[in-house]
């Protein structure tokens, strides 16, 4: 069974601080990987998403980055955070295929705190 | 671009009651149709999907069915229990393939 894990849990940092979240998948090989972020109260955007190893491509930057370092992993980082980057952070993952017909798997997501 | 357009922002129901929101999508073809879950805290939980028009999708007492001739994909239940509180997103596959455009999900509160 596939299994996804994202750390850190929560985190709470200054404006203007680094940061990088990561996600990790089990049990798939070369998954299509996903970052979404949600506002407290609010829908899902998506950030980001990546279809192999070394290739991301942007949706909503939000003055953020990623990375796809391992056919696992997926990494969500920025060098400078804003109060705005304040919400949910989710990594999702879904099989490779035409069109939007998979379904997409979140992880348990990152609580983060801008303050 | 494609969209998701969710009618409820809240419904409040007491245990055993009907519940429906209402999910409305506009996109060219059959794109492919979600219902996702979530409780406090956590990611969201795929409920069920469908592809083709009137393929209905279930799951736990959910049901949608897929209507391209009103562009819809409602979700139903016939009794509600207090677990069912939690928040529910429709969503629409991009048929670009990069993931899915969620709704902006519907609060549903149960009390017993």
């Known amino acids: 069974a596939q299994t996804i894990h994202q750390w850190p849990v929560a985190e709470i940092k200054a404006v203007g601080s680094p940061l990088s979240l990561g996600c990790t998948i089990k049990g798939k090989s070369s998954p299509n990987l996903y970052w979404y972020w949600q506002a407290t109260g609010g829908t899902l955007q998506q950030l980001f998403y990546?279809?192999?190893?070394?290739?991301v491509e942007s949706v909503v930057q939000l003055n953020l980055s990623a990375s796809r370092p391992k056919d696992d992993q997926f990494i969500l980082s920025t060098e400078k955070l804003l109060l705005s980057h304040s919400g949910f952070y989710l990594c999702a993952w879904r099989t490779g295929g035409a069109g939007g017909q998979n379904t997409l798997y979140f992880g348990a997501g990152t609580r983060l705190s801008v303050l | 671009g494609d969209s998701v357009t969710q009618t409820e922002g809240q419904v409040a129901l007491s245990e055993e009651d009907f519940l429906t929101i209402h999910c409305n999508y506009s996109?060219?073809?059959?794109?492919?149709l979600f219902w996702y879950v979530q409780y406090p805290g956590e990611g969201p939980q795929f409920l069920f999907r469908?592809?083709?028009?009137?393929e209905k999708g279930s799951s736990r007492g959910f049901e949608a069915t897929y209507d391209k001739g009103t562009t819809s994909f409602h979700l139903r239940k016939a009794s509600v229990q207090e677990s069912d509180s939690a928040v529910y997103y429709c969503?629409?596959?991009?048929?670009?393939?990069?993931?899915?455009?969620f709704g902006t999900g519907t609060t549903v509160s149960v009390s017993p």
């Open positions: 469908a592809s083709r028009d009137k």
């Open positions: 969503a629409l596959g991009d048929q670009g393939g990069r993931a899915l455009i």
């Open positions: 996109a060219s073809g059959y794109p492919a």
């Open positions: 990546s279809i192999t190893v070394g290739q």
